[in-house]
C-alpha cells in the first residue's frame, strides 16, 4: 500500500458529505476566493489538482477561459461532476504526481488546502511548474501552523482517518515552495479555520 492510499480511502469515504460540511460552515473561503481572484485573468487556462467536490472550482471558474478540475479520489469526482454549473469546467481523476498535460499549457495552478497532506509535495509541485507557463503562478493556499491547533483536535481528525503528512508555518511553506523551483510573491494569513490558512502565491520564472 502507498503512503497516500489511507488518505485516498479517507477522502472517498467523505465526499458524499465533503461539499455540505463545508459550505455550511464558511470559514476562510470567501477571503480565501477574494484572494484567489486578484490572480486569475479572463484569457488564461487553470489547472486544479486536489479541488475535492468543487468548493473553490464554482466559486473561481467563472473569471477564466478554461478550467481543468483534477483529483485523486474517483469518488471526489464523481460528486463534483453532479454539482457542475459550468460548460467550461472539466473533471477527471489524476495523480498531482504525475500529469498527463503537456509542459507550458496553464496560465495558472491551483492547489488547495491539500499540500500538507500529500506524502511528497514537492512531487506536485515539480509537476506544477512543469506544467505551468513562463510567468505563470501558483496559487496554493494551505492551512498552516503558525500557533497551535488543539491536540484533541487533531488526534480526532487523525483517529477517523484523517492523515496530515506535513506542519508547516508560513516560512516553512514558503520555503519549502522556493525550493521547488518557484519564486514566491506573496504568503499571506487567512484566520477563521481550526488553524491558520497561508494563501501563499508563486510564479514560474
Known sequence: MSNSEPNKKFWDKVAPLYAPL??????????LCRELRNWLERDIDVLELACGTGQLTFALAGRVRSWEATDFSEAMIEKARTRSPES?????????????YREASFGAVVVANALHVMPAPELALHEAHRVLKPGGFLLAPTFVHNRVA???????????????????????????????????????LVEGGPVPECVLIGMKS
Not at 22 to 31: F, L, M
Open 22 to 31: 463545508v459550505e455550511r460552515r464558511n470559514g476562510p473561503y470567501p477571503q
Open 88 to 100: 467550461h469546467v472539466s473533471f477527471s481523476v489524476q495523480d498531482a504526481t504525475s500529469l498527463p
Open 150 to 188: 488543539s491536540p484533541a483536535r487533531l488526534r480526532l481528525m487523525e483517529a477517523v482517518g484523517f492523515k496530515t503528512f506535513h506542519e508547516w508555518t508560513s516560512e516553512e511553506l514558503a520555503s519549502f515552495v522556493q525550493n521547488c523551483g518557484f519564486h514566491v510573491i506573496s504568503a499571506n
